[in-house]
Nanobody, 123 residues
Framework: QVHLVESGGGLVQAGGSLRLSCTAS????????LAWFRQAPRKEREFVAA????????YYGDSVKGRFTISRDEARSTVYLQMNSLKIEDTAVYFC????????????????WGQGTQVTVSS
């Protein structure tokens, strides 16, 4: 049973930074992608970033390129999302997801999800 636990959300002013963590357990993640998605009120779930657990190759959504960085610590089974230069439009619940997706940015490709962590960016 895969278990994903997010942490690190909170309230931050525009231009500030936050680091989210996602600790994964329950299986070996060789070959998996671990991803971050976000969902704002009345909006669809949006791809933020993903990383190949085995090869460490990162992928980013267009809206966060150059501002967010995804990384992983295999020893801690943890994926991080460093968010810099935060904007008000980054406000959302951020979810961690894991699976063997055919299309990395598509939420329906992921069967394993965390409970989410709220990120609120104020002006």
């Amino acid at each position: 049973q895969v278990h994903l636990v997010e942490s690190g959300g909170g309230l931050v002013q525009a231009g500030g930074s936050l680091r989210l963590s996602c600790t994964a357990s329950g299986r070996t993640f060789t070959g998996y992608a671990l991803a971050w998605f976000r969902q704002a009120p009345r909006k669809e779930r949006e791809f933020v970033a993903a990383i190949g657990w085995s090869d460490g190759i990162p992928y980013y959504g267009d809206s966060v390129k150059g501002r967010f960085t995804i990384s992983r610590d295999e020893a801690r089974s943890t994926v991080y999302l460093q968010m810099n230069s935060l904007k008000i439009e980054d406000t959302a619940v951020y979810f961690c997801a894991a699976d063997l997706p055919q299309f990395i940015p598509v939420p329906d490709e992921y069967n394993y999800w965390g409970q989410g962590t709220q990120v609120t960016v104020s002006s």
